[in-house]
């Protein structure tokens, strides 16, 4: 018997709904040992289920451990005047992911409701098994182990310095089933992926008289590979590739070498089969026959970079002096792509299209030294980004960004005390106040890649008082 709203008849009437349920238990357990503050070690245990694996897979141990060494604590280390602080790190650990699991239920065999069908000159209500299910899925594992150091200097300086190599094994992901199978694809454990990178951290505070100083900063890297891949070297997906060996998810198409001038530029480059050659025409983006075949297929499709950056990092500067202060932060990336669709350039085709500014300098025969191909109509155009994933509008998502500047005045005592106030600071702040990028004019270099969508970032400025009575 179905007791949903959805598997009922819905002649002469009007109604929806659906039920679906998830259980979750998680116990944990920690133990932490510390010897006069110079020998400290922690153990960490989690052990979790979830309704979403079968009874078999359903439980998962994720362990963890970390040590420390305080070096600055050893009576060798008293003649060191300089280091306050010395500390060296080591961990590893494992944690369990289910987030990749959009069903509730993807070990179990479920009915879909809504697959109604005639029934003696009525329609009755239908059910059916539509999805294969895998009963052998288990926990999306992560292992990951570390060093580190920290360190202090002269009572002014403090660096941090951090190394991780983390490797995910058992990834779920969706698989396609074969063509010749009733039912539609399901969930399993096909891929391994790959995390090495560090991290450098750093401040600096000093005061020279009436003026106090600081500056800091942070850097990352990390270096992503894809090890495993459902016994495949490689699939497509759209933009995107997944490759053995490479990153996740990079963009996958075709490389680019500036614009055709003339039309025997077209029939004397490499020929273009992608398109009729009726439709290439000057002022065209010019593909590179990377596999030298003289022609450009899709073949010559590669990896032109990754959305992901290779680099992070941030930087702040303050000061004071007297009553005033300042801080300024700044952030920033290095290393990543985001690729332009029509969406976000524009189109030429009609009255009500919006062409973003980029195309008042298209190529023309007056303006043949321009980088940006001929405008046309048609979206699906050699030089449009819509139809073939191109280099020319994979643009460098590399940014800096002032992401909050802060000015204050704290009111002097004196002043207050006769206003019965202890405390009073005027200030101004702004977030977001500029962005050095070479992306798209007009577009966010964090916004997604393809049309842009996304919430803007906003700058706000804003003046303010802080009062304490």
């Not at 500014?357 to 048609?378: C, E, G, K």
């Not at 909050?404 to 600071?425: D, F, H, M, T």
């Not at 916004?447 to 969508?453: D, E, I, M, N």
């Not at 919430?455 to 303010?464: C, E, T």
Request: without cysteine; negative net charge; glycine residues 10%.
């Amino acid at each position: 018997m179905l007791d949903d709203l959805n598997g009922g008849s819905s002649k002469g009437m009007v109604g929806e709904g659906y039920t679906r349920e998830l259980n979750m238990i998680s116990w944990f357990g920690r133990v932490n040992y510390d010897y006069q503050s110079k020998y400290l070690f922690e153990a960490n245990l989690r052990y979790d289920a979830s309704s979403r694996f079968s009874e078999d897979n359903r439980w998962g141990a994720f362990p963890s451990f970390s040590t420390g060494w305080r070096l600055s604590e050893e009576d060798f280390m008293d003649d060191l005047e300089s280091i306050d602080n010395l500390k060296l790190r080591a961990s590893w650990g494992m944690l369990g992911n289910q987030a990749a699991l959009n069903s509730y239920y993807p070990t179990v065999p479920t009915l879909s409701l809504g697959l109604d069908y005639p029934f003696s000159s009525s329609i009755a209500s239908g059910a059916a098994i539509v999805s294969a299910k895998n009963q052998d899925l288990v926990w999306e594992k992560t292992t990951s182990w570390g060093i580190g150091a920290d360190l202090t200097l002269f009572h002014k300086l403090n660096f941090t310095v951090d190394y991780y190599d983390r490797k995910t094994t058992d990834i779920i992901m969706a698989v396609p089933s074969p063509e010749t199978f009733a039912l539609s694809g399901f969930y399993d454990n096909v891929g391994e992926m790959s995390n090495k990178g560090g991290e450098f951290t750093f401040q600096y505070n000093d005061k020279f008289g009436d003026v106090g100083f600081n500056f800091g900063g942070n850097f990352a890297y990390n270096k992503n590979e894809l090890l495993k891949l459902a016994g495949q070297d490689q699939i497509i997906s759209g933009r995107t590739i997944r490759r053995i060996g490479e990153s996740v998810d990079s963009f996958y198409g075709y490389k680019t070498n500036g614009l055709y001038q003339s039309e025997s530029e077209i029939d004397d480059w490499a020929e273009n089969t992608l398109y009729n050659r009726s439709e290439l025409k000057p002022g065209d983006l010019r593909y590179v026959d990377v596999t030298g075949d003289d022609k450009v297929t899709s073949e010559d499709r590669t990896i032109l970079g990754n959305l992901t950056p290779d680099f992070v990092y941030g930087f702040n500067v303050g000061a004071d002096y007297k009553n005033f202060d300042f801080l300024a932060i700044f952030q920033g990336t290095l290393g990543g792509y985001g690729y332009m669709d029509f969406d976000a350039i524009g189109t030429v085709n009609g009255d009500a299209s919006k062409p973003s500014a980029i195309w008042a300098d298209s190529w023309t025969s007056d303006r043949p030294n321009t980088s940006v191909p001929r405008a046309i109509a048609n979206l699906y155009g050699p030089s449009m980004p819509q139809n073939q994933t191109t280099e020319y509008w994979l643009r460098s998502t590399n940014y800096l960004r002032l992401k909050n500047l802060q000015i204050g005045y704290n009111i002097p005592e004196n002043v207050l005390s006769r206003l019965g106030v202890s405390k009073a600071r005027i200030y101004y702040s702004g977030q977001n106040l500029f962005t050095v990028t070479d992306y798209l004019k007009g577009w966010d270099p964090e916004a997604p890649s393809g049309r842009g969508s996304g919430y803007p970032v906003v700058m706000v400025n804003s003046f303010g008082i802080n009062v304490s009575f």
